[in-house]
């Protein structure tokens, strides 16, 4: 796993957010908070991310950015995939401009190698679960995409998402996902894993600690690093 692949996935970024790795944030000593929720979850840094909502010309205006990796994962299999998820810095502004399910996603492009409908390409996206409000301006605990949340799979005109059942307007757990991917055929494939949002509501936060199987990824102002999962 080379750190160097790790960056902006241009073509899957809309308008001029902001993803960036950076310190931080940390929290006031004055604010009761448990300490593990005053400072990112690993090392001292975290991803920081900034969407506007209505900035572009487009429709609809908003944003959209996609910090991953394209080379690492490549022909990884779907399939193989058992622990997914991060920690996320939430704040109570990001609940008032998109409600509580305002959050940054986990986004893997994939071949799901489907033959009804036939298609080679699809994002497979993890909504987190709404934060509770005492989880709010601080370090969430560690959100389980496998356990927690929905999944949905997008792909031209939706067909994957359709096929599957498991789109946006009737999404999935996990297991389901995994199970319809599963159809008998030639197995899913990674093409690239990361953190994204948009386009949807402004949201200004951090995520840190993505892990991805047994690793777990740990962003820092000088880079990615790689850390076995505890």
């Not at 990001?94 to 996603?105: M, Q």
């Not at 951090?206 to 076995?228: S, T």
């Amino acid at each position: 796993m080379n750190p160097d692949h790790w960056g902006v996935i241009t073509r899957n970024t809309i308008g001029s957010p902001v993803a960036a790795l950076r310190s931080g944030p940390f929290i006031s000593p004055s604010v009761a908070v448990p300490p593990e929720a005053a400072r990112p979850p690993y090392g001292r840094g975290s991803l920081g991310i900034e969407v506007a909502d209505q900035s572009t010309s487009l429709t609809p205006q908003s944003e959209a950015v996609h910090f991953g990796n394209e080379v690492d994962f490549f022909g990884a299999p779907v399939l193989g995939l058992h622990e997914v998820g991060f920690h996320v810095f939430q704040t109570g502004e990001n609940v008032s401009y998109g409600g509580a399910a305002n959050l940054p996603n986990i986004k893997f492009e994939i071949n799901p190698n489907l033959t009804s409908p036939a298609t080679t390409y699809a994002s497979m996206v993890w909504n987190p679960p709404p934060l509770p409000t005492t989880d709010l301006n601080q370090w969430s605990p560690y959100l389980d995409a496998t356990t927690t949340g929905t999944w949905f799979l997008t792909g031209a005109a939706g067909a994957t998402g359709t096929g599957t059942g498991c789109n946006l307007t009737t999404q999935c757990t996990f297991q389901e996902l995994m199970q319809r991917l599963d159809n008998g055929g030639p197995e899913p494939v990674v093409y690239t894993a990361g953190v994204a949002k948009g386009r949807d509501h402004m949201w200004i936060g951090a995520v840190d600690g993505l892990r991805i199987n047994h690793v777990v990824y740990d962003f820092e102002p000088g880079g990615v690093r790689i850390r076995r999962a505890p």
